[in-house]
């Protein structure tokens, strides 16, 4: 046996790192305390990961900064991990990682808060609160300061309008704004406003609006409305973490890429403002990191990472507006753009691959310029399955797809089954639809315009029953029954396809 003497500064290491450990303000759970540990809280937030989890791993910093802040409050956050803990994981219906849970005296439910430390100790306070809080000399700054976004209703009543109805926002949108409410006379007096009165506190852009519109008749959509408006900056970075903000919005999203390391960076976001002020109502406008969102950028059809860029993009339609990237990034070229696209006066830029040279396969490769022309051929049933050349579920499905494609390979003249790289190819705006996963499969029927979504189990048979189902052509190949030549001109009589049994005498002629 050989005995290992650590050296003084090793020594000094590994204490400071056990040190280190004892000292996270995160709890660890397992299988033998979950339960006393989370059914008695009133509030706590759990994560379930794994060590290997690279999203776990980019989360444990926040996750770690968010409980230390969040214990002043007397809000726990733990975690599980589900290799050293399969079974509690298993228990819990854990499929992913990470998993996060909110627990209320040991009810769960989903955590739907951002992934960043300022996050989640914001929604974690909003889910300590009661709906509205109420409000008195004595929290009231506190209150108007604990959020980005605050909204207090000033009233002489808690039965007067506009109380209820505002009660029913912060009921509704409890995870995603503070709601306060006073009746506190010194309270009104010192925020110089007459009830009734609502009014938005923000730590961005005008930090102080009233409600501007008449409130005693204010509907809770009428709230929603504002706040949703009032909610999202005049432009501010976008993320992982504040996307679906955006996404969410009926509004289209106009985006500046730019280096976030360029010294002129903060100059480039203020010639941007002025037009985000004057378009707010029409456009949201970000700036975002060019760096780290490359890709998004050549899906928003950027084509060269040149920096900064501009594009709007309709989120509704999917469809992308790139301002020339030979042109400066300027307050008047900004404006211009963004003028011209509310005004309806450009031309969406749609990306495509080239038009396959042959066809060589029994799958129909359709790219974007022809997709039109084939899709909407209405003497043909069209089968398309969009996808991804990344997506593990559509390589899955190609050799099916493949094979159902052989099958009708012998009626290409009544149906087409396609397929389409949606990464690479543009839908028109005549298309009624857009992508949102992959693969999305969609039939039209011959003779029409519609789509019909194919929500069925991928397998062979599913897809052929579903073809057959939809079709309006005839899925029977047509029978050559002879070859007749009179006078050195020959031509051939086909049967029609699905006439096999009639009495009538049903053909067509093809001259040779």
Same mark, same amino acid.
């Given at each position: 046996m050989r005995l290992s003497i650590l050296s003084p500064a090793l020594a000094v290491a590994f204490a400071s790192y056990a040190l280190a450990q004892d000292a996270s303000d995160v709890l660890t759970l397992t299988t033998s305390d979950f339960s006393a540990k989370v059914d008695n809280e009133p509030l706590i937030l759990v994560e379930f990961f794994a060590p290997w989890c690279g999203h776990c791993k980019a989360l444990?910093?926040?996750? /770690?900064?968010a409980a230390t802040a969040l214990k002043d409050k007397d809000i726990k956050l733990a975690k599980v991990d589900c290799v050293d803990q399969a079974d509690l994981c298993q228990a819990n219906g854990i499929q992913g990682y990470p998993t996060l849970r909110v627990y209320k005296n040991g009810t769960p439910s989903d955590y739907q808060g951002p992934r960043k430390a300022d996050g989640i100790i914001s929604y974690m306070v909003k889910q300590s609160l009661p709906a509205v809080t109420e409000l008195t000399l004595s929290n009231i700054e506190e209150f108007k300061a604990a959020d980005k976004f605050v909204a207090v209703a000033y009233v002489s009543s808690t039965t007067d309008a506009p109380a209820v109805a505002f009660n029913q926002v912060a009921e509704t949108h409890r995870d995603d704004f503070l709601f306060g409410l006073s009746t506190d006379p010194d309270v009104i007096a010192a925020e110089a406003v007459t009830p009734p009165a609502v009014v938005v506190y923000r730590s961005f852009d005008e930090p102080r609006v009233v409600y501007p519109y008449p409130i005693l008749d204010a509907k809770p959509e009428d709230f929603e409305e504002w706040m949703a408006d009032l909610s999202i900056p005049?432009?501010?970075?976008?993320?992982?973490?504040?996307?679906?903000? #955006?996404?969410?919005?009926?509004? %289209? !999203?106009?985006?500046?890429? !730019?280096? %976030?390391?360029?010294?002129?960076?903060?100059?480039?976001?203020?010639?941007?403002?002025?037009?985000?002020?004057? #378009?707010?109502?029409?456009v949201n406008f970000v700036w975002i990191d060019a760096i780290k969102f490359g890709d998004h950028a050549k899906a928003l059809n950027l084509q060269e990472p040149k920096w900064p860029s501009f594009v709007i993009q309709d989120l509704e339609k999917q469809l992308k507006y790139p301002l020339d990237q030979s042109k400066e990034v300027s307050t008047e070229s900004v404006k211009d753009w963004t003028k011209q696209f509310v005004s309806g006066e450009l031309k969406p830029e749609l990306k495509s691959q080239p038009i396959p040279e042959v066809q060589d396969e029994s799958v129909y490769n359709l790219v974007g310029k022809e997709f039109e022309e084939v899709v909407f051929d209405d003497s043909k049933d069209v089968f398309v399955e969009f996808y991804a050349s990344w997506c593990g579920h559509c390589k899955r499905l190609k050799p099916t797809w493949d094979l159902l494609a052989d099958k009708y390979a012998s009626v290409k003249d009544q149906i087409i089954v396609a397929k389409m790289e949606a990464t690479e190819n543009d839908l028109p705006p005549s298309v009624p639809f857009r992508v949102a996963g992959f693969p999305t499969l969609k039939f039209k029927p011959a003779?029409?315009?519609?789509? !019909? =979504?194919?929500?069925? =189990?991928?397998?062979?048979?599913? !897809?052929?029953?579903?073809? /057959?189902?939809?079709?309006?052509?005839?899925l029977e190949p047509s029978v050559v029954l002879e070859d007749l030549c009179f006078n050195k001109n020959c031509f051939s009589l086909h049967l029609l396809p699905g006439l096999l049994n009639t009495n009538q005498t049903n053909y067509r002629t093809s001259y040779n």
């Amino acid at each position: 046996m050989r005995l290992s003497i650590l050296s003084p500064a090793l020594a000094v290491a590994f204490a400071s790192y056990a040190l280190a450990q004892d000292a996270s303000d995160v709890l660890t759970l397992t299988t033998s305390d979950f339960s006393a540990k989370v059914d008695n809280e009133p509030l706590i937030l759990v994560e379930f990961f794994a060590p290997w989890c690279g999203h776990c791993k980019a989360l444990a910093p926040h996750y /770690e900064e968010a409980a230390t802040a969040l214990k002043d409050k007397d809000i726990k956050l733990a975690k599980v991990d589900c290799v050293d803990q399969a079974d509690l994981c298993q228990a819990n219906g854990i499929q992913g990682y990470p998993t996060l849970r909110v627990y209320k005296n040991g009810t769960p439910s989903d955590y739907q808060g951002p992934r960043k430390a300022d996050g989640i100790i914001s929604y974690m306070v909003k889910q300590s609160l009661p709906a509205v809080t109420e409000l008195t000399l004595s929290n009231i700054e506190e209150f108007k300061a604990a959020d980005k976004f605050v909204a207090v209703a000033y009233v002489s009543s808690t039965t007067d309008a506009p109380a209820v109805a505002f009660n029913q926002v912060a009921e509704t949108h409890r995870d995603d704004f503070l709601f306060g409410l006073s009746t506190d006379p010194d309270v009104i007096a010192a925020e110089a406003v007459t009830p009734p009165a609502v009014v938005v506190y923000r730590s961005f852009d005008e930090p102080r609006v009233v409600y501007p519109y008449p409130i005693l008749d204010a509907k809770p959509e009428d709230f929603e409305e504002w706040m949703a408006d009032l909610s999202i900056p005049v432009i501010d970075e976008v993320s992982s973490d504040n996307y679906a903000v #955006y996404a969410s919005s009926t509004k %289209p !999203l106009a985006y500046v890429f !730019l280096d %976030p390391t360029a010294e002129n960076k903060e100059e480039i976001i203020a010639s941007v403002r002025p037009v985000a002020e004057e #378009y707010k109502s029409k456009v949201n406008f970000v700036w975002i990191d060019a760096i780290k969102f490359g890709d998004h950028a050549k899906a928003l059809n950027l084509q060269e990472p040149k920096w900064p860029s501009f594009v709007i993009q309709d989120l509704e339609k999917q469809l992308k507006y790139p301002l020339d990237q030979s042109k400066e990034v300027s307050t008047e070229s900004v404006k211009d753009w963004t003028k011209q696209f509310v005004s309806g006066e450009l031309k969406p830029e749609l990306k495509s691959q080239p038009i396959p040279e042959v066809q060589d396969e029994s799958v129909y490769n359709l790219v974007g310029k022809e997709f039109e022309e084939v899709v909407f051929d209405d003497s043909k049933d069209v089968f398309v399955e969009f996808y991804a050349s990344w997506c593990g579920h559509c390589k899955r499905l190609k050799p099916t797809w493949d094979l159902l494609a052989d099958k009708y390979a012998s009626v290409k003249d009544q149906i087409i089954v396609a397929k389409m790289e949606a990464t690479e190819n543009d839908l028109p705006p005549s298309v009624p639809f857009r992508v949102a996963g992959f693969p999305t499969l969609k039939f039209k029927p011959a003779g029409s315009r519609d789509f !019909l =979504d194919y929500e069925g =189990d991928r397998s062979f048979e599913s !897809l052929v029953a579903f073809v /057959e189902e939809h079709s309006k052509n005839s899925l029977e190949p047509s029978v050559v029954l002879e070859d007749l030549c009179f006078n050195k001109n020959c031509f051939s009589l086909h049967l029609l396809p699905g006439l096999l049994n009639t009495n009538q005498t049903n053909y067509r002629t093809s001259y040779n």
